[in-house]
Structure formats: C-alpha cells, structure tokens
Nanobody, 119 residues
Framework: EVQLQASGGGLVQAGGSLRLSCTTS????????VGWFRQAPGKEREGVSY????????WYVDSVKGRFTISSDSAKNTVYLRMNSLKSEDTAIYYC????????????WGQGTQVTVSS
C-alpha cells in the first residue's frame, strides 16, 4: 500500500520562506511523477509544481516561477518544495501527489499541510 505524508507548512510573513516535504512508501519512487497542488478557500485545487523522477523534468505554475523550487531525493523517497518570497496569495492547503504514468490507479495524495502567509 502506498502512503504519503506531507509536512512543513506553517505561518510565515510575506517575503519569508518555507520548505514542504512529502515522504512516500512507494517502492518504485523513481517511476513516479511527484509534485504539489494547493487549494485556497473558495478556489479550485491547482497544480503548483511537479518533477518527473524518470528524467528530472520539472514544471511550475506561472505564479510561482522564480520563487519555488521542487526537488526529489530517491534515497529518502521524498519530494520537497522550497518556497521563497512567499506572498499572501500563496496561502492554501498544499497537497503532495505521486502518480505513476501508465499504471492504472497509481495516483496517490497526501493529507495536506497548511501554508499561511501574513501580509
């Protein structure tokens, strides 16, 4: 069974930084596309960033480019999201997601971690 555990959220002032992490029990970590979604009150969940562990390709939503950095550590089965220069609009619950392309049902979500940025 694949389980995900997200952590690292908290309360930070605008301009500050946080580092989120998500650890998985997935045995084939390197086969997954791993990343982060977020959902703010009253808004739909949106993709924030992902990294494809097969080739290292990354993607970021436009609003976080230049501020957020995603990385993964296969030795620890963990994906990280370093968030710098945080803005109030980054306030949301952040969810990690692991997806194994081509494998039916291999799409897993963490429990979410709250990020609150005060202005």
């Amino acid at each position: 069974e694949v389980q995900l555990q997200a952590s690292g959220g908290g309360l930070v002032q605008a301009g500050g930084s946080l580092r989120l992490s998500c650890t998985t029990s997935a045995f084939t970590f390197n086969d997954y596309v791993v990343g982060w979604f977020r959902q703010a009150p009253g808004k739909e969940r949106e993709g924030v960033s992902y990294i494809d562990n097969r080739d290292g390709a990354t993607w970021y939503v436009d609003s976080v480019k230049g501020r957020f950095t995603i990385s993964s550590d296969s030795a620890k089965n963990t994906v990280y999201l370093r968030m710098n220069s945080l803005k109030s609009e980054d306030t949301a619950i952040y969810y990690c997601n692991f997806r194994r392309p081509g494998v039916w049902g291999a799409d897993y979500w963490g429990q979410g971690t709250q990020v609150t940025v005060s202005s």
